[in-house]
């Protein structure tokens, strides 16, 4: 258990479906982040909020949203995704952003998304 | 932007062998190090990291890994692996304030 909980575990949607997943950290951590991780391929980082505002987004596209209504929850709205979206979805914390020190991030386990 | 090359992304050995993963990046700045494991059904967890100082780092579990800034490598080692090793590894480069991770290696343990 690392402090950092993700639900739901599992999703399967259609293409034409709106979900939401969500992460919450108990670690009173200040950025959050998204992560795709696809087999085969490097963890790919989608978005980093710090401070509750997004500093980071690394061309992700807009069918994906994100969201960070306060520092210990972070959201990712899908909406009409692509079969080649389905991976699983990491959601990361640390003290602070990786630009201002050296920050260990702590993971959690990850929602496993299917898009039919 | 840097990126993390990871080698041999299979790999298959007895208990009591002796592990390296290879683990090379191309950024020429200043770096931080790290290597992440993920076990079978858990979250990506911190094995090892090096910050700055003595090159050769030592982490959890009997693993170690090596800082060598001429060869822009930081290999994990581990002399004697156990059938509890079995797992994914993911090394990890931070520099120019972005993380980049490597594509993994799944090692598979066989008692």
């Known amino acids: 258990e690392t402090g950092v909980t993700q639900t739901p575990r599992h999703l399967v949607m259609g293409m034409t479906n709106k979900k939401s997943l969500k992460c919450e950290q108990h670690?009173?951590?200040?950025?959050m982040y998204w992560y795709k991780q696809s087999a085969k391929k490097p963890l790919e980082l989608m978005f980093v909020?710090?401070?509750?505002?997004?500093?980071e987004n690394n061309s992700v596209p807009s069918r994906f949203s994100p969201e960070c209504p306060n520092s210990s929850h972070l959201f990712l709205h899908l909406h009409t995704l692509q079969p080649e979206d389905s991976a699983l979805y990491l959601c990361?914390?640390?003290?602070?952003?990786?630009?201002?020190?050296?920050?260990?991030?702590?993971f959690g386990p990850g929602t496993r998304l299917t898009v039919l | 932007a840097q990126s993390v090359s990871q080698h041999n992304h299979h790999v298959i050995l007895s208990e009591a062998a002796s592990l390296e993963l290879g683990c090379n990046y191309s950024?020429?700045?200043?770096?931080?190090l790290f290597w992440y494991v993920q076990y079978p059904g858990q979250h990506l967890q911190l094995l090892l990291k090096?910050?700055?100082?003595?090159?050769l780092v030592k982490g959890i579990k009997g693993f170690e890994a090596e800082f060598i800034k001429s060869k822009f490598s930081f290999n994990l080692r581990k002399p004697s692996v156990q059938w509890s090793d079995t797992a994914e590894y993911f090394c990890?480069?931070?520099?120019?304030?972005?993380?980049?991770f490597g594509k993994g290696n799944q090692v598979v343990v066989i008692p």
């Open positions: 670690l009173g951590h200040n950025a």
């Open positions: 990890a480069v931070k520099g120019n304030n972005r993380l980049a």
């Open positions: 950024y020429g700045g200043t770096v931080n």
């Open positions: 090096y910050f700055s100082g003595d090159p």
């Open positions: 909020y710090s401070l509750e505002e997004r500093v």
């Open positions: 990361a914390s640390s003290q602070d952003r990786l630009a201002v020190t050296y920050n260990e991030q702590f």
